[in-house]
């Protein structure tokens, strides 16, 4: 009994960590813009009389998280002017990435959307771009900040913050509108603006926590030295090039062909089965995601009602989630975790179903939320900390975004016909639709985690 209390005593210690304390704060500051550009972007907007079908092409400024590899070799190795030499390279991408977030979020707050949709979708794109590039920066952060037996300790308190934040820009944001709101009865634009700038200055959060950490130190492996060895020679073997031109095939080589070959060489042609994986593990839950708040609207919640039970049920199911998911991967290890995370986010969807055919019910509505929740909290928590392990540190931001740019690039461009696919089948046909979207990646992690076993220890 000493002996177990021990192993759980030593497992709960990990999350007194600094780093991992501060990833609770950098996960709000991560998760913040997300709902802020769809959820709660899309309740606004239907309140505001915008149709279904714009609402879920809308939602295509989101398809920025799933094209941020296009740009992650500038924040891995691109100094920025100033704030790198003092800062660092992670949290100076990350400072420059969270003021632009704030800024553009004070924008949409200062648009209508019934006569400046076009002003509104820009700076959305703006929120987006910044979002993306402090999702990279800190991802590398954390990839880098500590030992890979603490991975699952960084995803588990990560998760914890970004679901909390999306707690805040959703169940907050409707909660500050409603209770500004003069009558529900009615569509007014104030509510929304002071709900959009309460929200920009949240991302003060983020912006403290950034100034407050310290850069971390990364050492190159054996491999990765001896691939940027091979480019240091190629360089000096094309001395006769032009000097920019050399330097910058050579900047390309390290920046760009590196991380993407390192991938392929370590892990061969299942490279092809974890990249299906990982496009597929999200797709039933941002398709669903996408609609949800529509969804509220159409079943007569109102903003009060929908704040109220996601602020006390979901928070308490998504700290729940996140934490359970964080101790059963020490334990067990990432992919049994997935697996019941995968099948989790697909069952709940179909509860989704069920409250289209009961309507406006708020127990059945606290029941909904709470198990969505909890399903997010477990099954991104694991996922994270897949993605992570599969990562090179000496290429954690580059790899990164090409693992969380393929997880999100095929829901999104999916997810922005949800509106016409809802009006043209309706609610409950959607919602089990979307339920099996998840299903074939079950299949997946089961083929993923055989190949796992049968992989010799040092095959890296």
């Not at 480019?231 to 073997?237: C, E, I, Y």
């Amino acid at each position: 009994m000493l002996e177990r209390a021990r192993g759980i005593g030593a497992v709960l210690a990990v999350y007194r960590h600094p780093r991992v304390v501060a990833m609770l704060f950098l996960g709000f500051s991560a998760g913040l813009p997300l709902l802020l550009l769809f959820g709660t972007l899309s309740f606004w907007l239907r309140e505001a009389g915008v149709s279904r079908t714009a609402i879920g092409f809308f939602s295509w400024v989101g398809l920025a998280y799933g094209i941020k590899w296009a740009w992650a070799p500038l924040v891995d190795r691109l100094p920025l002017p100033w704030l790198t030499r003092r800062m660092g390279r992670r949290r100076s991408w990350l400072l420059a990435a969270q003021l632009t977030i704030a800024m553009a979020l004070a924008g949409m707050a200062l648009q209508e959307p019934q006569s400046s949709l076009t002003a509104l979708a820009v700076l959305a794109v703006l929120v987006a771009f910044g979002s993306a590039t402090q999702d990279i920066a800190l991802d590398a952060y954390r990839i880098e900040a500590v030992a890979r037996e603490m991975q699952a300790a960084m995803a588990a308190t990560y998760m914890a913050g970004y679901r909390l934040a999306m707690i805040v820009a959703g169940a907050g944001a409707l909660g500050i509108a409603a209770l500004v709101d003069p009558s529900s009865a009615t569509y007014e634009v104030h509510p929304w603006r002071v709900a959009y700038l309460s929200m920009a200055a949240l991302m003060g959060v983020g912006i403290l926590t950034t100034l407050l950490i310290h850069e971390p130190e990364v050492r190159a492996s054996g491999d990765t030295r001896e691939r940027e060895a091979r480019g240091r020679a190629w360089l000096a073997r094309n001395a006769h090039l032009p000097g920019w031109l050399a330097r910058g095939a050579a900047w390309f080589y390290g920046a760009v062909v590196s991380p993407f070959l390192d991938f392929i060489l370590r892990y061969r042609w299942h490279a092809l089965m974890i990249l299906a994986l990982i496009a597929s593990y999200r797709m039933s839950d941002v398709v669903l995601g996408i609609m949800s708040n529509a969804f509220y609207v159409d079943m007569g919640f109102t903003k009060g009602e929908v704040a109220t039970i996601t602020k006390v049920y979901g928070v308490i199911m998504t700290l729940l989630g996140a934490g359970l998911a964080g101790v059963f991967m020490t334990r067990v290890g990432v992919l049994p975790v997935l697996f019941v995370g995968g099948l989790l986010a697909a069952g709940t969807n179909l509860l989704f179903a069920f409250l289209a055919t009961v309507g406006d019910s708020l127990p059945w509505l606290t029941v909904v939320v709470s198990a969505d929740n909890l399903s997010a909290g477990v099954a991104t928590a694991a996922f994270i900390a897949y993605l992570s392990g599969l990562t090179n540190v000496a290429y954690s931001a580059t790899q990164y975004a090409l693992f969380s740019s393929v997880m999100l690039l095929l829901p999104k461009f999916v997810g922005g016909f949800s509106g016409m696919a809802v009006d043209g089948f309706g609610y409950v046909r959607f919602f089990v639709g979307t339920a099996a979207l998840g299903l074939p990646v079950l299949v997946l992690i089961v083929l993923v985690a055989r190949w796992e076993r049968g992989r010799p220890a040092n095959d890296d």
